[in-house]
């Protein structure tokens, strides 16, 4: 033996085993620990997991377990999309041609997350969308369509087909605020045929002496009651003089029953946002969004760390100071760094949104070799913006469930996504049969496609101008994935049982594990990675 090595620790180890030897579960225990109750310190606090320099994507490492002591639907996800707007589930749709028009917004909304609206199109035209969301569900309706006796049915049928719904309360005028004397609704008029279509709305209207009405000053609550009982799909709100001054609709109030977790202002109307460029003449689109009702726009422009960006932020805390302003897109092809975040926060930017190169259908990276890993991108820039309680929208990179628990845990606020909803029913666009499977078409904004179809896409990649046009990005399709209502509740159900695992009871507690280097992560190497997904089998059936 080592004459170094102490005869007394030899002595007493030998005596403890030989202590042990009667006890099964003592023994047990000393061949695996060794006697000892030491915890290694395992893992990499996410300031060492970036310390080194690396680019790090999603798949580049794992969240290392936590503590359960909660079940997973007891999880709250409430988070902040900009510093006065937050919601019940972390989960955005993004601005693209085939991601988010108005069935998208509406549906996100539902779900507790909320659609940005592409400005693809003509101003008008983003417009009206933004309108049509903000007039799918609400409590009081203080603007509601209104109509004279003298419209016709035909005005009716337009209407329905312009907003979605045709019970429109008729007032001498066709004005709010004028005395109501009656009300049309689709039972009224399912049955006149194409020659009918010129016949006035007061030979076939409902009466006001027939209708269901309630006081001014009657709380939604009671309201609501009214419908309950009356069985009435309309509730006209009228002052003491018989003047409409609101307007409730019985839908509404089973949506509210349906979708609890709904994005809703302060007049319980749905949230949705719309994107614009940094050029003056979208001052005139911001000006019939505002009118329209949009709760906060995305400056849509391929770098976003540049003046015209700044510039256009100044002026809208300068114009609408109410309007929340989210700064750094396109997201496609954005901003990535603290120091251009900088740049924006100090400008006034109520949100910034992360991601240069990163989404499915981005070339930004591989075209013009700049950019950045989506995973390092959305912890570096996060980290900076978490001082000055700006939050970061993650955007690109998303594919699965787990990366947008990655995301999260990086310190983002909210996740983009576009890819991951591009196949839904409520994406814009038909589906379409290829070797036999369902799909719909998806293109990246800074495709030749999306320039080609609106100069809004030109110019966000400052290409308007340009006699040979630089493509960003590229045109595909996506398997159909059904409805937003049944996939978007499996990604909140997929994100509360992700933060389970962690040992995370909400959002916010995940971010503060993580900065305080609770929350501990493990590098991947490649064939971890393979590890990690389906392998060794004949045949992989996903059903």
């Given amino acids: 033996m080592d004459s170094s090595y102490p005869r007394e620790r030899h002595e007493s180890v030998g005596k403890r085993y030989q202590s042990l030897t009667n006890d099964s579960s003592s023994m047990a225990d000393y061949l695996i620990t060794g006697g000892t109750g030491y915890v290694p310190d395992d893992g990499l606090t996410g300031a060492q997991l970036f310390a080194n320099g690396d680019g790090l994507t999603y798949n580049d490492f794992l969240i290392l377990p936590g503590f359960i002591d909660f079940s997973a639907d007891g999880v709250d996800l409430t988070s902040a999309l ?53 007039k799918y569900e609400q409590g009081f309706i203080l603007d509601p369509v209104v109509m004279s006796p003298t419209h016709t049915v035909k005005d009716v049928a337009q209407a329905k087909k312009k907003f979605g719904f045709s019970g429109i309360p008729i007032t001498n005028n066709g004005h709010m605020g004028e005395k109501l004397v009656g009300l049309v609704t689709q039972r009224d008029i399912d049955f006149l045929t194409d020659d009918e279509m010129d016949t006035p709305i007061s030979e076939v209207m409902t009466k006001y002496e027939d209708l269901v009405v309630a006081p001014n000053g009657v709380t939604l609550k009671e309201a609501n009651s009214i419908l309950q009982k009356s069985k009435k799909g309309k509730l006209p709100i009228v002052n003491d003089d018989g003047e409409l001054v609101a307007l409730i609709a019985r839908t509404d109030t089973k949506k509210n029953r349906e979708f609890p977790l709904a994005s809703k202002d302060e007049k319980k109307q749905l949230l949705v946002g719309a994107a ?33 960006q700044i510039n256009m932020i100044k002026y809208l ?47 930004t990276q591989e075209v013009m070799a700049v950019g950045r890993p989506q995973g390092t991108a959305v912890y570096k820039v996060a980290e900076y913006a978490r001082r000055f309680g700006v939050p970061v929208i993650a955007d690109g990179g998303i594919s699965s469930v787990g990366h947008v628990i990655k995301a999260l845990a990086l310190g983002a606020s909210t996740v983009m996504m576009g890819s991951l909803l591009a196949g839904t029913s409520e994406a814009p666009g ?13 293109r990246g904004m800074g495709s030749l496609d999306a320039m080609e179809k609106h100069r809004s896409s030109q110019s966000r990649y400052f290409s ?80």
Avoid at 95 to 106: C, F, G, H, N, Y
Avoid at 333 to 353: E, H, M
Avoid at 482 to 507: E, M, N, T, W
């Fill in 82 to 134: 900009t510093r006065k707007i937050t919601l019940k589930s972390p989960l955005v749709s993004s601005p693209m041609d085939t991601v988010t028009e108005s069935q998208m917004a509406i549906g996100m909304a539902l779900c507790g997350g909320v659609g940005v609206i592409h400005h693809n199109c003509t101003a008008e035209f983003q417009a009206n969308e933004v309108r049509k969301v903000k």
């Fill in 276 to 308: 614009v460029s940094t050029h003056d003449e979208d001052k005139k689109r911001l000006d019939l969004l505002v009118q329209a009702g949009v709760d906060f726009v995305v400056l849509d422009s391929s770098q976003g760390n540049s003046i015209y």
């Fill in 317 to 363: 805390k300068k114009s609408y100071p109410a309007l929340q302003v989210i700064g750094g897109n396109d997201g496609k092809s954005t901003f990535v760094t603290a120091a251009q975040a900088k740049n924006l926060i100090d400008a006034g930017a109520d949100a910034l949104r992360v991601g240069m190169g990163s989404g499915s259908i981005c070339i």
């Fill in 430 to 442: 038909e589906y379409f049969f290829a070797d036999g499977v369902r799909l719909k078409k998806y």
């Fill in 464 to 543: 308007e101008s340009d006699k040979i046009k630089v493509a960003q990005g590229v045109s595909g399709s996506i398997v159909d994935k059904g409805s937003i209502h049944k996939f978007v509740p499996y990604l909140y159900a997929g994100i509360q049982h992700g933060c389970q695992d962690i040992g995370a009871r909400c959002l916010s507690n995940l971010r503060s594990m993580m900065y305080s280097g609770e929350l501990k992560f493990e590098r991947r190497t490649a064939s971890a990675q393979v590890e990690g997904g389906v392998h060794n089998l004949h045949k992989v059936l996903r059903i």
